[in-house]
């Protein structure tokens, strides 16, 4: 149900943007976000937004950085994240959360994208 796309490996204070198509939900109904697994350690929100894109939630790390965005006309999320640093390196997911700030999500995880940053 969730396709993501657009990781890769990039050098300290590049950007990228990460896409996430989604189906078989009525993806306009749903609080939308994106999450990441770095190694070693368990998967964490990074950034979420409302149904209408009227309040976003972003954790503190990445606060200023990236910005979350969806278009739900195309059942599309995406990430845009600038000034990346080596502590970003991680698998980026996106799901439709429960709430704002947690990691508790409705449906299966995807395969994910990875995001690697590094010299």
């Known amino acids: 149900q969730f396709v993501e796309s657009g990781g890769g490996l990039v050098q300290p204070g590049g950007s990228l943007t990460l896409s996430c198509a989604a189906s078989?939900?009525?993806?306009?109904?749903?609080?939308m976000g994106w999450y990441r697994r770095a190694p070693g350690k368990e998967r964490e929100v990074v950034a979420t937004l409302t149904s209408g894109s009227l309040t976003t939630y972003y954790s503190d790390s990445v606060k200023g950085r990236f910005t979350i965005s969806r278009d739900n006309a195309q059942n599309t999320v995406y990430l845009q994240m600038n000034s990346l640093k080596p502590e970003d390196t991680g698998a980026y997911f996106c799901?439709?959360?429960?709430?704002?700030?947690?990691?508790?999500?409705?449906?299966?995880w995807g395969q994910g994208t990875q995001v690697t940053v590094s010299s």
């Open positions: 078989g939900f009525p993806f306009s109904l749903y609080v």
């Open positions: 799901n439709a959360g429960t709430t704002l700030e947690t990691v508790q999500v409705h449906f299966n």
